[in-house]
């Protein structure tokens, strides 16, 4: 039954994520909302609701490991696994004027987090200091791209392209967006609580479980978003998700985590895996101005560096005799 209800959690976030952001985009492309704008905020607040909610119920059920874990993996399984995954099936080009731009950004980002993780707590304080941050980074973002025609402009209403549904009508798409919250609500509370019953059953604590199974099952939408863009040779699209995304989970996911449950961080995690997070960030960077590609090898190398991960996570005693239990 635990397994059945951690699968049925997965689709129901993989199906309730897909439908939220195509029922938003469709309705704001009726509405005759901007690519712009649709690429830049709808996209990126879509893709991460799943970590939104799935954070909020690990916080409000007592389990701050799953709250603050998923945060974390889902930018280190955003990086190695969708990343990776990517640049495996076709290999990403990267935007030098967008990269410098957002790259940096989530350079930031991740560096702030950082230092909140290592304040031993997401307080409201903190998480005020976040949403402030991605209010900031969005309208300067949208006033810049707007006033004049940017790389990363473009990557944004590419992203708005690859997600709108144009047969849609405006009806249509409000019962799939509220499907798709639906979805998602169900979907997080399905998979927390069965990640949590997992995690005690192979004995390992909710962080290790929030870290894995939920930033995996959360990431789902990005994952797909991204396979398909890479399947039609949209790398840049991919890229931009995973950019977007990573940005969104931190400044958005991490700060209204914190305004509405201030949490405690678990030792593990300030101990390993944002040291894991930023590394991962700093090797996509590593891997993208040498040469301004992700290549195929690269994406390769970025799946067994997330594979090694998972390993040591999952695995009590070898994380025990690394002196990480």
Not at 35 to 48: H, R
Not at 80 to 108: C, H, Q, Y
Not at 252 to 269: D, K, R, S
Not at 291 to 319: D, H, I, K
Request: net charge neutral; with cysteine; charged share 10%.
């Amino acid at each position: 039954m635990v397994i059945l209800q951690l699968v049925g959690g997965l689709v129901l976030l993989l199906v309730g994520g897909e439908a939220l952001v195509r029922g938003s985009v469709a309705v704001a492309t009726r509405l005759g909302v901007s690519k712009l704008f649709i690429g830049l905020t709808l996209v990126g607040f879509g893709t991460s609701m799943p970590e939104l909610v799935a954070s909020l119920q690990g916080a409000f059920a007592g389990y701050p490991g799953v709250a603050v874990g998923n945060i974390v993996g889902s930018n280190i399984t955003n990086v190695l696994l969708i990343l990776g995954t990517s640049a495996l099936i076709m290999p990403i080009v990267v935007n030098r004027e967008a990269f410098r731009r957002d790259g940096a950004v989530l350079a930031f980002a991740s560096l702030v987090l950082l230092a909140v993780v290592l304040s031993g707590a997401l307080s409201r304080l903190a998480g005020l200091v976040l949403v402030g941050l991605l209010l900031a980074y969005t309208v300067c973002s949208f006033w810049v791209e707007r006033r004049a025609k940017t790389a990363a402009s473009a990557v944004h209403e590419a992203e708005a392209d690859e997600l709108s549904e144009p047969q849609l009508s405006v009806g249509w798409g409000v019962v799939l967006f509220f499907v798709g919250v639906g979805g998602i609500v169900f979907g997080a509370d399905m998979l927390v609580s069965s990640s949590v019953d997992v995690a005690k059953r192979i004995g390992v604590s909710d962080a290790v479980i929030g870290l894995t199974l939920v930033a995996i099952g959360t990431s789902l939408p990005e994952l797909v978003t991204s396979i398909v863009a890479a399947v039609r040779g949209h790398g840049d699209v991919a890229f931009g998700n995973v950019i977007g995304s990573n940005i969104f989970n931190i400044f958005g996911i991490g700060g209204v985590t914190a305004l509405v449950v201030p949490i405690p961080v678990p030792a593990e995690i300030a101990g390993l895996d944002i040291w894991v997070m930023v590394g991962a960030v700093g090797l996509m960077a590593v891997a993208c101005i040498t040469g301004w590609r992700v290549s195929r090898r690269e994406g390769l190398f970025f799946l067994a560096c997330y594979g090694g991960y998972l390993a040591l996570q999952l695995t009590p005693g070898l994380r025990a005799a690394l002196g990480l239990a």
